[in-house]
Nanobody, 120 residues
Framework: QVQLVESGGGLVQPGGSLRLSCAASGGIFSRYGMGWYSQAPGKQRELVAVITSGGTTNYADSVKGRFTISRDNAKNTVYLQMNSLKPEDTAVYYC??????????????WGQGTQVTVSS
């Protein structure tokens, strides 16, 4: 069983920065595809950024150039560095893990979410 625990959310002024962390336990973290999703009130959960087991990254257009996803396999942790934050970045941010199974399928795991509020 894989568990994901996020931390690092909070209140920040527009233009500020935050770093989210997601610590994974259980299984072999280095094999997981990891990602961050956001969900604003009344909206669907959206992809923010993903990083493969090999380190390839991909971002939503709205965060390109501002957010950076990274991973530290020695610490079983994935990060989301968020710079130049805007009020529209306000949302609950969820960590996601895509865990490969022995039969070739994958299983999804989600963290509990961490609130990010960008406001003056």
């Amino acid at each position: 069983q894989v568990q994901l625990v996020e931390s690092g959310g909070g209140l920040v002024q527009p233009g500020g920065s935050l770093r989210l962390s997601c610590a994974a336990s259980g299984g072999i973290f280095s094999r997981y595809g990891m990602g961050w999703y956001s969900q604003a009130p009344g909206k669907q959960r959206e992809l923010v950024a993903v990083i493969t087991s090999g380190g390839t990254t991909n971002y939503a257009d709205s965060v390109k150039g501002r957010f950076t996803i990274s991973r530290d396999n020695a610490k079983n942790t994935v990060y989301l560095q968020m710079n130049s934050l805007k009020p529209e970045d306000t949302a609950v941010y969820y960590c996601h893990g895509n865990v490969p199974l022995v039969d070739g399928r994958t299983r999804s795991y989600w963290g509990q979410g961490t609130q990010v509020t960008v406001s003056s």
